[in-house]
């Protein structure tokens, strides 16, 4: 395939039209839709349609979005090291906002200390919100807990989280789900695997939460259950660097649920940029990712 052509079809799918995406190729509209359409023919398959005013992506041209986006960030990619013997450019990750509150930040240091040429951005959420990221070619790599579709994903163990249940202080110890029936969960929305976590070991019980209060970041879950809002599952390392770890009462899970298993997951390729960050892991990780084998 022609770069070119993957170029000029990536930034008609990025600016939304051909109008906005002439301007950032300088080029004229006309030609712009006269190389998608030469593309089409040579593919034999349509890559767009037409919603009203708007194109959407067939699925032909999904397909082809996540191979442009590889090849086109390989091209650039042995462009740089070629030219300048570094790694270079730009790696888009996405992670759990536990995993990028407590366990990045050295591991990131390190990364940019041996590849001062490469920017990270990095978007946080949860798991479901981290592979829909993955799917729309958003972000390269994601670090996402379990339990999640690994599908066509290529993944590498990351961290091990402890995971303890939190209530407000004074609380007597749970020992058991169904000693949180009728109570009020606290949790992030719809997609957080420590949520599900949670609604699975009350179904054990057979118990159910009277409601779900949902909180978009650590330190207002850990707020709301200090202020005797309802119960809630967090990672241990977390609690210990939140500012009201001490207003809460911590419970020990059962052995099935209190270890969470982090993973990178990446689709494709894995860029030199993504190796490089994938050899600064945790060891314990990748031991147990080859013992997995």
């Not at 300048?84 to 996405?94: A, D, F, Q, T, W």
């Amino acid at each position: 395939m022609d770069l070119d052509d993957l170029h000029i079809f990536r930034s008609v799918v990025r600016e939304g039209g051909v109008t906005r995406a002439a301007t950032l190729l300088h080029r004229v509209p006309s030609n712009v839709t006269t190389r998608i359409k030469q593309f089409e023919e040579r593919l034999g398959v349509a890559l767009f349609r037409r919603e009203g005013r708007n194109l959407a992506l067939t699925d032909a041209g999904r397909t082809l979005l996540g191979h442009a986006e590889t090849l086109l960030r390989m091209a650039d990619a042995a462009e740089e090291e070629v030219r300048s013997g570094v790694v270079r450019g730009v790696l888009r990750l996405g992670s759990l906002e536990s995993a990028a509150g407590a366990r990045l930040p050295p591991i990131l240091s390190a990364f940019h200390a041996q590849n001062p040429n490469v920017v990270i951005e990095l978007q946080t959420g949860t798991t479901r919100a981290m592979l829909r990221l993955l799917e729309g070619f958003e972000v390269e790599a994601a670090f996402v807990s379990e339990p999640f579709e690994r599908g066509s994903l290529s993944s590498v163990p990351a961290f091990d989280e402890e995971l303890v249940l939190i209530t407000a202080k004074g609380t007597p110890t749970v020992r058991q789900a169904v000693e949180l029936g009728g109570r009020t969960v606290v949790a992030f929305p719809h997609g957080c695997s420590y949520r599900q976590r949670l609604i699975e070991w009350l179904a054990e019980g057979d118990a159910s939460p009277r409601r779900v209060l949902e909180m978009s970041s650590y330190h207002a879950i850990v707020a709301c259950v200090a202020a005797g809002t309802g119960a809630a599952i967090v990672p241990a390392e977390v609690l210990d660097h939140a500012v009201l770890s001490t207003a809460i009462e911590r419970h020990p899970l059962p052995p099935h649920l209190r270890v969470n298993h982090t993973h990178l997951v990446w689709s494709g390729e894995a860029s030199a940029p993504l190796q490089s960050l994938m050899a600064l892991l945790p060891t314990t990780a990748l031991n147990r990712r080859a013992g997995s084998r």
